[in-house]
Structures are given as C-alpha cells and as structure tokens.
C-alpha cells in the first residue's frame, strides 16, 4: 500500500556534497517519523537522522555538523543533504518510515526503501 522511493545515491569525492531523496507513495494518511538509515559492509545498519512530522531533528554523531536532513510534508518527501562527505561515510542508505497510518486502516505500517549505494572515494 505504501511504497518508499529513493533517488541521489552515486559516487563522490571526498568533501564534496550529495543530497538523498526519498518519497513516500499510497494510500498515506500520516507519517509521524521519517529516518535514513545505513549500512556499510560488514556493519551493523545503523540510524544516521531522524525527523518527526512537526520537523524535530535527531544525527548520529558521525554526521552531526554535516549531514541535514528536511521534509516536504504535502509530497511525503524526506531529504538527507550531506556535506562534507568522507570515505566512512560509504555504505547503503536506506530510507525508513516506523510509523505509517494507512487510510481507511487500523495502527501503523513500518515501510523501507529499497536502500542507494553512496560511494565516497577519498
């Protein structure tokens, strides 16, 4: 019912910029939380920001000070802006909806996307 498409992944230099897009598509009544996750080889997949619908904001330290991430609630669009990328910051990124209302459904949805590989070379 719901699907999460993602766009913006590719290869990049060090300290240059990517931004990541992710849009949220269905039969979407609310989404309270918004997150980009990611996943290097042989790592644990971990959350990299969160935004809530009134727009609160949450980093991992890694990416504090660089990585900024919006929404466009009418298009159910999450953005990640990443500045000043380095090497570690290579891994799949993977968009991720916790808690989805569904119209006309019954409590929530958790929805992914279908993750975009971000290169960063040094």
């Known amino acids: 019912q719901v699907q999460l498409v993602e766009s913006g992944g590719g290869l990049v230099q060090a300290g240059r910029s990517l931004i990541l897009s992710c849009a949220a598509s269905?039969?979407?009544?609310?989404?309270?939380?918004m997150n980009w996750y990611r996943q290097a080889p042989g790592k644990q997949r971990e959350l990299v920001a969160s935004?809530?619908?009134?727009?609160?904001?949450d980093y991992a330290d890694s990416v504090k000070g660089r990585f900024t991430i919006s929404r466009d609630n009418p298009k159910n669009t999450v953005y990640l802006q990443m500045n000043s990328l380095k090497p570690e910051d290579t891994a799949v990124y993977y968009c991720?909806?916790?808690?989805?209302?569904?119209?006309?459904?019954?409590?929530?949805?958790?929805?992914w996307g279908q993750g975009t590989l971000v290169t960063v070379s040094s």
């Open positions: 269905g039969s979407i009544f609310s989404i309270n939380v």
């Open positions: 991720n909806a916790p808690r989805v209302r569904v119209l006309d459904r019954v409590g929530y949805l958790e929805v």
């Open positions: 935004i809530t619908i009134e727009g609160s904001t």
